[in-house]
């Protein structure tokens, strides 16, 4: 199966056919659908049939048994069959701001450059977690400013693959990323946002921390005696 939504993040339209019916949905030859993982929603949209008949993709997952990219349908529907040819398209509102907010947060990650414990994304807003030394606190003017800059600096944001033999022979660029990449895999996703970070991320991203826009730091939480939750959102709600 090719998996459209990392090598192309910005296609919307992709026809296919149904391979097999699995838990509640469908499973295609291809798909342009993100599943959901890594702290990011999987994408919805519609199906649509020959005839014109259009069923909601209302989630999609990756099963972890099989790998499978599953298509949740409405419990009601008629499920086409195995070998049915179908169009795929994605809500592309919704899509695109995942993609806005999960490079914010790779953003954010370089903005405060503490272990991340943990982060979490939707439409609306994003947050990361992080561990602080004892008794340190964080900025929410500092970090609104210096994410800004960062969008206003409208720096290019490139997704790439590797092998992960060839990441091996290159321990220098493994060590520094803030999180190792798996190296259980036969290629290694990587997301760059060129002069500030390279880390591995299989997530959907927009091509310029420009694209992202203005973001505001709507709260900063307490945790734990350490850890700190930072939550942003944008500016202009549209």
């Given at each position: 199966?090719?998996?459209?939504?990392?090598?192309?993040?910005?296609?919307?339209?992709?026809?296919?056919?149904?391979?097999?019916?699995?838990?509640?949905?469908?499973?295609?030859a291809?798909?342009?659908?993100?599943?959901?993982?890594?702290g990011?929603?999987?994408?919805?949209?519609?199906?649509?049939?020959?005839?014109?008949?259009?069923?909601?993709?209302?989630?999609?997952?990756?099963?972890?048994?099989?790998?499978?990219?599953?298509?949740?349908?409405?419990?009601?529907?008629q499920?086409?069959?195995?070998?049915?040819?179908?169009?795929?398209?994605?809500?592309?509102?919704?899509?695109?701001?995942?993609?806005?907010?999960?490079?914010?947060?790779?953003?954010?990650?370089?903005?405060?450059?503490?272990?991340?414990?943990?982060?979490?994304l939707?439409?609306?807003?994003?947050?990361?977690?992080?561990?602080?030394?004892?008794?340190?606190?964080?900025?929410?003017?500092?970090?609104?400013?210096?994410?800004?800059?960062?969008?206003?600096?409208d720096?290019?944001?490139?997704?790439?693959?590797?092998?992960?033999a060839?990441?091996?022979?290159?321990?220098?660029?493994?060590?520094?990323?803030?999180?190792?990449?798996?190296?259980?895999?036969?290629?290694?996703?990587?997301?760059?946002?060129?002069?500030?970070?390279?880390?591995?991320?299989?997530?959907?991203?927009?091509?310029?921390?420009?694209?992202?826009?203005?973001?505001?730091?709507?709260?900063?939480?307490?945790?734990?005696?350490?850890?700190?939750?930072?939550?942003?959102?944008?500016?202009?709600?549209?």
């Amino acid at each position: 199966m090719q998996e459209g939504y990392y090598l192309d993040p910005y296609q919307t339209r992709l026809d296919t056919h149904v391979v097999r019916h699995r838990d509640g949905g469908v499973v295609l030859a291809d798909t342009l659908c993100y599943p959901q993982g890594g702290g990011q929603p999987g994408d919805t949209g519609t199906l649509t049939l020959a005839d014109g008949t259009a069923l909601p993709i209302e989630n999609t997952r990756r099963d972890p048994e099989s790998g499978d990219i599953v298509h949740f349908l409405p419990e009601n529907a008629q499920f086409p069959p195995s070998g049915t040819a179908v169009t795929v398209d994605i809500d592309w509102a919704r899509r695109h701001r995942h993609m806005r907010m999960h490079t914010c947060l790779h953003m954010l990650s370089e903005v405060l450059k503490y272990e991340v414990t943990s982060g979490n994304l939707t439409a609306d807003s994003g947050r990361l977690d992080f561990n602080l030394p004892e008794g340190e606190e964080l900025d929410k003017d500092d970090i609104e400013a210096r994410l800004n800059r960062m969008v206003d600096e409208d720096r290019p944001v490139v997704m790439k693959m590797i092998p992960s033999a060839e990441l091996i022979t290159q321990p220098d660029l493994i060590a520094s990323m803030a999180l190792p990449p798996p190296l259980d895999k036969p290629d290694v996703h990587l997301v760059e946002i060129q002069g500030v970070s390279l880390e591995p991320c299989g997530g959907t991203h927009v091509r310029s921390t420009a694209e992202v826009g203005h973001m505001v730091v709507r709260k900063i939480e307490n945790k734990g005696k350490r850890n700190k939750r930072v939550v942003v959102a944008f500016a202009q709600q549209d």
